[in-house]
């Protein structure tokens, strides 16, 4: 069921691009935030967050332990470029009830985690991000991860 929604999502999500559902221009100094909460429960988190910028940029996601860097130019013959970034976690646990894991995926980086059994997802991963616009370089939490901020940030790239 949740596998169904989410190829749903995602094939809706490409409609949209392809169609131009989501068209609102960007202002120079600014970058908007789309965010998609795919599914959402115990065990199971998925969001695809989408930044729209009006010009070549820089694509920061920081956290502990993880940081990468996106250099993202927008399309030819386009007012604003866009580039999609997916969180994903899963929390699972043997029959047992002895064991239990977190995996995470946020943007290029997967981890698996040993947590205890009692421990819920909510405890160790959640998202955070809050659709909006906002100006570059700015700072933005967008999930917790083991108790710490991932954060974003768009801005100018820099060499």
Not at 4 to 11: A, D, I, Q
Not at 45 to 50: E, K, N, V, Y
Not at 52 to 77: L, M, V, W
Not at 100 to 119: C, G, M
Request: net charge neutral; glycine share 6%.
């Amino acid at each position: 069921m949740k596998i169904t929604r989410c190829l749903l999502l995602l094939m809706a999500s490409g409609f949209c691009s392809i169609s131009g559902c989501q068209r609102q221009d960007v202002a120079p100094s600014f970058f908007r935030l789309a965010v998609q909460d795919v599914v959402a429960d115990e065990d199971f988190q998925i969001s695809l967050l989408t930044v729209y910028y009006p010009q070549a940029t820089c694509i920061s996601i920081d956290g502990e332990g993880f940081h990468h860097k996106i250099y993202a130019d927008k399309a030819r013959n386009s007012r604003q470029g866009k580039h999609l970034l997916p969180l994903i976690a899963a929390r699972v646990a043997d029959a047992d009830g002895e064991k239990a894991f977190v995996q995470t995926h946020i943007v290029r980086d997967l981890n698996v985690e040993s947590i205890s059994p009692e421990e819920r997802l909510s405890e160790f991963f959640g998202i955070f991000a809050k659709e909006g616009t906002y100006k570059l370089n700015t700072p933005i939490t967008i999930a917790r991860y083991q108790g710490k901020p991932v954060t974003l940030v768009v801005g100018k790239p820099t060499l």
